[in-house]
């Protein structure tokens, strides 16, 4: 699989190494952008910055959607955990003070699960779209 489509496409199944390679690379990606931010300064460093982490939700998403259907789950989960994460972390810059660390826990609570059971846990060992008759079908013929 090719680094683009790692990153970019939500079909097909990943292994823990691509899963965190992947990560890894988004990670130093956002990270490089917030310190061009931080070298920028003022609103349009902070832009810089907070538009890196809203970007980081896409290739992050199609990460977590690859890992989940190698997991045996739906992709959708992996799509849902994610977004809910970054959201909740974006959604602390506007809410009042004090309602901001019930967001941070929320998003806490929800990077735990996605570590665990995208980043730690093995994939299934189950076949897709596989169909096996019953060990006491007759067979036809």
């Not at 079909?11 to 952008?33: K, Q, T, Y």
Request: charge should be positive; avoid cysteine; proline fraction near 5%.
């Amino acid at each position: 699989m090719t680094l683009f489509r790692l990153l970019t496409d939500v079909d097909g199944r990943i292994g823990l190494n691509a899963f965190w390679l992947g990560n890894v690379l988004v990670v130093l990606g956002v990270l490089a952008l917030q310190q061009v931010g931080a070298a920028i300064g003022g609103l349009e460093g902070d832009r810089l910055g907070a538009f890196a982490g809203a970007f980081a939700l896409f290739p992050w998403a199609a990460l977590a959607a690859k890992r989940a259907a190698d997991r045996g789950r739906p992709r959708l989960y992996g799509i849902v955990l994610v977004s809910a994460i970054v959201l909740l972390d974006l959604a602390e810059t506007v809410v009042a003070p004090d309602r901001r660390q019930m967001l941070g826990a929320a998003s806490s609570l929800l990077w735990l699960v996605a570590l665990v059971d995208l980043g730690l846990l093995p994939g299934s060992r189950r076949q897709e779209a596989v169909a096996e008759p019953p060990p006491d079908a007759k067979r036809a013929g």
